[in-house]
């Protein structure tokens, strides 16, 4: 195959691996110049309806699941031998069973960044009625892209099954009471033969999940004693399984909710469980401590269920909200000593206090910060209008690119030269190309202005920095006369302790500090 032109139109470039089904290589679009996955069934396969119609299927499926974190499945063919073929993306990176094996169980914090994609996901896929089966870390990879270190992609829909009622392959191709899933990730009701729940993939999260925190699955041993565990047993806490993980209690909630053997009593949705894992917050040190008090709470589970979580620091929130507007090299003590120099500069000048200087710096340091609010609003819009792009862009080329692979694979060899065939490839190909350029435009336009926007954010807070320390000065020059003023002297003190954490801060971790 290697060196091979496709159907007229991928060029083989090399082997990748082989799995159940068939081979997958390396291949580069040849309207497009992109490299793909290619995935070939084998040939004694092609000749097996059942495995044909389940090829078919996964084609159908996962051209639904055009989604930043599932691989994107682009269109199929039939090679002339009878082979049939399918096209993906391309998702370069390890998996994180390799990963897992490698290194080790991951930092909570990594952990929890790369479940809330998962969830994510999840979420669409079900949405598009689509459910995976066998979520597993081997099916995760982790690839690199821009500014996004750990994005995750999820492979294999391949035993995605169709629940939407009414579709024409909606029925069950599998024998019945055949077991879809691997014993390590899989729910109690898959084990029961029930294979058309969606609440499955959160029981799978859920192990995942486990696994990644502690390093460990929630039952190991021989398949069939991890299939009872499945079953029978309550896991433990992941926090008590791996203690110098510093796992905290709500991330144990989480994970155990999503493991609970009735599916009734699990998370209801990949939804639920990302805006659960969106309340834990990290802190400056990079460790994850509840944004919440109290217990996590889970009401209603159906499919209008919310998420609600009880004890909400709104304090806490609002300065988490203040990091994002004003400064994204302040840490949360910066923030405070701020806050506390504009009060106090505020507080003077209602005091009596007329010091021309002190008005102006103070006038101009809120100006910066409005300006500093209209840019994030301004830069959370192109970030929007960039993934709306991108996801349009997604979806359409899918439906060309399928649309091309049913034309091709509807025609014998006969047909396929004739005119009307012919003309039509051209013309869906010809759509294809003005479509990537058309986005290609459209991303860089929008990349140009976040440039220049990120560049005045910038600038605005090197201002601020700067009237910080102006607005120091000033406060020191007036503070003796103005002691005497019982919430001057409060604010004086609380300076100073905000200085004093500082200051352990910056000298316990230098990175901390701007400046250093």
Known sequence: ?????????????????????GEVYLGEHLVLGRQEAIKILKAKLAKDERHLARFRREARATNRLQHENIVGFYDFGRLPDGRLYLTM???????????????????????????????????????????????????????????????????????????????????????????FGTPA?????????VTDDPRSDIYALGCIAYELVTGETPFSGRPMAVLEAHMSDDPEAPSQRCLEAQIPRELDQIILRCLAKDPQERLQSGQMVFDLLAALRLDTARSLVPRFSGEVTMSGFGGD????????????????????????????????????????????CDLGCSDPALLVVLAEANQVEQDLASIRAELNELA????????????????????????????????????????????????????????????ATITEKQIDKTARRASCFEELHGFDEKLSH????????????????????????????LHQQQTSDPATNPLS
């Open 89 to 179: 993306e391309f998702a370069d990176g390890p998996n994180l069973e390799a990963i897992l094996r490698e290194e080790g169980r991951f930092e909570v914090s990594r952990a929890v960044a790369i479940l809330k994609q998962l969830a994510q996901a999840i979420d669409f896929a079900h949405s598009k009625d689509v459910i995976h089966r066998d979520l597993k870390p081997q099916n995760l990879v982790l690839v690199q892209a821009p500014g996004r270190p750990d994005m995750l992609k999820i492979l294999d829909f391949g035993v995605a099954k169709i629940t939407a009622p009414g579709y024409l392959e909606s029925y069950a191709i599998t024998k019945e009471g055949q077991v």
């Open 384 to 443: 929007r209008s960039d993934s709306l792009v991108a996801q349009r862009a997604r979806e359409r080329q899918a439906s060309l690119r399928f649309a091309l692979g049913e034309l091709k694979f509807g025609v014998s060899d006969s047909d396929a030269q004739s005119r009307s065939v012919e003309q039509a490839v051209k013309s869906l190909n010809k759509r294809l190309a003005n479509l990537a350029e058309e986005t290609r435009v459209q991303h």
């Open 305 to 348: 269920a919310d998420a609600t979580i009880e004890g909400v620091h709104e304090e806490i929130a609002a300065l988490d909200d203040e990091v994002g507007t004003t400064d994204m090299y302040a840490s949360r003590v910066d923030l405070e000593l701020r806050k506390i120099l504009r009060q106090l500069a505020e507080s003077m």
């Open 185 to 193: 990730y899989i729910s109690p009701e898959q084990i029961r033969g």
């Open 474 to 501: 000033l406060i020191d020059r007036h503070a003796g006369r103005m002691r005497g003023h019982k919430h001057i002297a409060e604010l004086l003190e609380a300076r100073e302790r905000v200085r004093q954490r």
């Open 1 to 21: 195959m290697i060196g091979t032109i496709l159907d007229g139109r991928y060029r083989i470039l090399g082997r990748l691996g082989a799995g159940g089904m």
